[in-house]
């Protein structure tokens, strides 16, 4: 095991972190003065209350900087976001307003009362910087690892799909350098099922739980993930013991991808501890958001189509032979069949092109074919900028599509869908959705499946946003579309 590199990951951790949150607190009390008592600053130098702010807003980041450390903040094992993270940071926050409410109660003041607007403006600001500061330290942290060589390996406990699908997420995750050393047997090394077998192409399974301090050493392991249930309550507590001297994180997997992590509550209920589910269902409230997020957007949208549609048009129709708008027929809400509507992409009668549509209908492959020889040079374009899809803002206001949701499927495609995935046939189907911003067409078919499934299961306002926001990036950078 390799404690020096874990030892340095810490250090640069903790002093990258630290210099940040000293320059964004110091820039969000200096935020919140301007904002409170305006930009001119220099008029106000020579009066004596601008002591008491310089005075207050050192005492606020001192105390704001302590707490944060004894609330081990700047712990590496912290650099994941979770609302508990959020929590703790705004419960700092308050804390730190406090202790100047409180350090003002003591000093002497008589030509001047303490704002409470400046309060408010320095509580919301550290938040803000506090958690956006996060999100940058994560990244430039990630990129010092790299630059080092530092990689996070990771050793998974259980052979199963569970396993593989973390195997799989922790692979993606470019900012965690992540290296899957490989997966551990928790029994005595029985063979792995067929099914699974081909999945665990590209990891290997090192062995069984009897010799994990082995495989520990050998591939210099710093996290483990338990990600499965075969493990019973004496082999879990052997196995802790077992790995208690080394510096490890470990974490475990509660099956549950399915589920956001903020509708998820961890108790401890007699001793046993508890994962509380909020349920969500579809009621009026979520039906009107959906209508008004529906033909807000879908208006927008509308006006641009219309003033696109001309140039496109005209493109399409020198580019090749046939219409400028395509109708296809597709599987809506609980398995309806709609007509929807995209610009033409490719060559005039694709569909007589036989290999190709078969291929094309091919679960294995899942649906989709990177370098198809029907689409047209302005096709090419159509599909990479995402507008090929700007028509079926139609569809939305006949009201068979929404703008956000599972995306529409073709009746061969829809016809192969196995009944746990038929669930996401149950919402209006989209323009865009989740898995469209999570990848697109380089995500396989099984994970665009699961990430449909944890939109219907975790919809939200929020969620929305973030997909229409994402939504406008990926179309900008023109990523993971063919």
Known sequence: MNTYTLRRKRIYFFIVLFINDVLFLTTAFIAA?????????????????????????????????????????YSIENLHPGLDINIKLLLNTILGIFAIT??????????????????????????????????????????????????????????????????????????????????????????????????????????????????????????????????????????????????????????LFEFSVSRMRMFDYGGVPLIQLDQIRENWKMRVTKFVIDYTIGLLLLIAFLLIYPVMALAIKLDSEGPVLYRQ???????????????????????????????????????????????????????????????????????ELSVIGPRALAIQEGDQLEEWEKKRMTVNQGITGLWQVSGRSDLNYEERMKLDLFYIHNWSVLLEIKIIFLTVLRILFRRGAY
């Open 33 to 73: 003065f301007f904002v409170r008592f305006g930009v001119d600053f220099i008029d106000i130098l020579g009066k004596k209350f601008i002591l008491y702010y310089i005075l207050y807003s050192l005492f606020g980041i001192a105390v704001i900087i302590f707490l944060l450390i004894f609330n081990r903040l």
């Open 102 to 255: 409180t350090l003002n109660f003591y000093v002497t003041r008589d030509d001047y009362l303490l704002s409470r607007a400046w309060l408010i403006y320095v509580a919301v600001f550290v938040f803000l910087f506090l958690f956006i500061g996060r999100i940058i330290v994560r990244r430039i942290v990630s990129y010092v690892f790299k630059l080092a060589g530092m990689k996070r390996n990771v050793i998974i406990i259980g052979v199963n799909e569970e396993a593989r699908r973390v195997a799989s997420t922790f692979s993606k995750v470019e900012l965690d350098n992540a290296n899957i050393a490989g997966f551990v047997d928790p029994g005595k090394g029985q063979k792995i099922s067929e099914d699974l077998e081909g999945q665990f192409r590209d990891f290997r399974v090192l062995g069984n739980l009897e010799n994990i301090r082995d495989h520990i050493e050998k591939n210099s392991i710093d996290t483990i993930v338990i990600s499965t249930s075969d493990l019973k309550y004496d082999e879990l507590l052997e196995f802790l013991e077992k790995v208690n001297d080394y510096d490890l994180e470990i974490l475990m997997s509660p099956s």
């Open 329 to 399: 027929e597709r599987y809506g809400e609980n398995f309806r069949r709609i007509k929807i509507y995209k610009f033409r992409t490719m060559v005039k009668d694709a569909e007589k092109y036989t290999e190709i549509v078969q291929q094309l209908y091919d679960k294995e492959g899942g649906f989709k074919i990177k370098d198809d020889p029907r689409i047209t040079r302005a096709g090419k374009f159509l599909r990479k900028t995402s507008l090929d899809e700007l028509p079926q803002i139609l569809n939305v206001f006949r009201g």
